[in-house]
């Protein structure tokens, strides 16, 4: 008995041996070595050479444009992630009672979830949004103004970028669907027979069980929209002025174009305080609106 349960751990830890490896390899190796370059001056073609505190000095004190991306970076999540979420529910919500063609439309919102982050869909998106572009051309046809340089403007240019993250909002809704359908049905009734009418329902019921999954796609998208990369860097490469200079952008820049790997690996390490500290803030509000049913006993 004792050889067969040995066997068995023996065959589990060779299952998850990959897992292992890699996230040792992969994630938690690099992750050690990022957190020692930004303690030095090292720019990738040299030894790295310890400087202590010197890079964070130099971002907080010195890098005007640091400030600027954080600040960019920080407006882009603060719109995209709240709209996404509320386009997401409000297809969900259409989507969530079954007919012929459901299973098509959520493959169909899906799809943007999938190829949104591309490199294809980004220059598409810079093609659409050009002087000469669709979308001039469909307000042409309006009879309103056609001649807005979107993506020349620092006040148009940023909404392009949150309106294309706007558009990719399929895995919410996914999950949003998934939510909707664990809610129990009995509630619904109930409040049928009391002449509960849509609004009272959706207040009082579906929003109140959906907070758990609010809740789940709200960390998600808030740490996809921190990380945002191909929409700044090839729509707009930071223009104008670096109105859309994203973070993990200037990052990238500062890392292997201006070769100040150890800035760089700084910075990585202040994004990643920052993700933490706003996830950790969720997580100790969510007892305020986070709504758990009791299981039974």
Known sequence: MAHRKRR????????????????????????????????????I???????????????????????KTFGVTMFYVLFSVPLRLLMALIVALLLVRPG???????????????????????????????????????????????????????????????????????SSMLIFLAGLKQIPQYLYEAAIVDGVGWFTKFFKITLPMLTPTIFFNLINQMINGFMAFTQSFIITEGKPQNSTLFYVVYMYQNSFKFNKLGYGCAMAWFMVLIVGGLTALIFLTQRKWVYYEKKKK
């Open 8 to 43: 068995e751990k023996i065959t589990g830890y060779l299952f998850i041996s990959p897992f292992i490896i890699g996230f040792v390899c992969f994630i938690s190796i690099p992750m050690l070595l990022s957190l020692f370059f930004s303690f030095t001056r090292y720019d």
């Open 45 to 67: 073609l040299s030894p790295p050479e310890f400087i202590g505190l010197g890079n964070y000095i130099t971002m907080f004190t010195e890098d005007k444009l640091f400030w």
């Open 100 to 170: 012929r063609l459901s299973a098509f439309y959520r493959t169909v919102f899906y799809l943007p979830s999938i190829i949104g982050s591309s490199v294809a869909v980004a220059i598409l998106w810079k093609r659409m949004f050009a002087s000469n572009g669709m979308i001039n051309a469909l307000l042409g046809e309006m009879g309103i103004e056609s001649n807005i340089a979107w993506l020349g403007r620092s006040q148009t240019a940023i909404w392009t970028l949150i309106i294309l993250s706007v558009w990719q909002f399929g």
